[in-house]
């Protein structure tokens, strides 16, 4: 368990020092990052079930994992934006449609909370769209790569150890 709160707290650390450098460019990268690392923290943290030793309603963590999964895209995103030189051309379509996401969370949230439909039903056709999203960014960047921009290297090693890992859990 505790492997899987090592991730959320260094997330939060790196989210809150993020806020004391001098420079924009490098606060908003270890913002993004440290909001990534929340992310995936919440995500790894909510699919063990040590979890409810320390959250004993199980439908937060559930929510967590909900929100973390909206979530995603967007601190995935932002944190290419800042720390990565990218054409905005190529990232703008991304970052709209990862606020698309985050609309998604608050829409199935008020049709939660209104007994229309709950977030489960929203589930696949989120983590398809998630997959399809996190797929298409990775092709442009890896092309963006072989055209030049090097420095997508260590990103695109990052997103290839998620896929396999992805892929190993699902196939396991």
């Not at 806020?19 to 990534?36: A, D, M, Q, T, W």
């Not at 309603?57 to 990218?86: C, D, G, H, K």
């Not at 999203?133 to 030049?148: E, F, K, M, Q, W």
């Amino acid at each position: 368990m505790k492997q899987k709160l090592i991730i959320l707290f260094i997330g939060l650390l790196v989210f809150i020092v993020s806020f004391i450098f001098p420079h924009k460019v490098e606060r908003e990268s270890l913002r993004y990052y440290g909001l990534l690392e929340i992310t995936l923290g919440m995500w790894v943290f909510t699919q063990t079930i040590s979890k409810l030793l320390i959250i004993r309603n199980p439908i937060l963590p559930l929510n967590f994992s909900i929100f973390a999964m909206f979530l995603l895209p967007y601190a995935l995103i932002q944190y290419v934006r800042t720390s990565y030189s990218i054409l905005e051309k190529k990232t703008t379509p991304f970052y709209i449609l990862s606020l698309f996401f985050l609309s998604a969370f608050a829409v199935g949230g008020i049709g939660q909370y209104f007994g229309v439909f709950q977030y489960t039903d929203m589930l696949l056709v989120s983590g398809l769209f998630l997959v399809i999203y996190i797929t298409l960014l990775t092709i442009v960047l890896t092309i963006d790569y072989y055209r030049g921009n090097r420095a997508l290297s260590s990103f695109l090693i990052a997103i290839l150890v998620l896929f396999i890992t992805v892929a190993a859990e699902e196939v396991l």
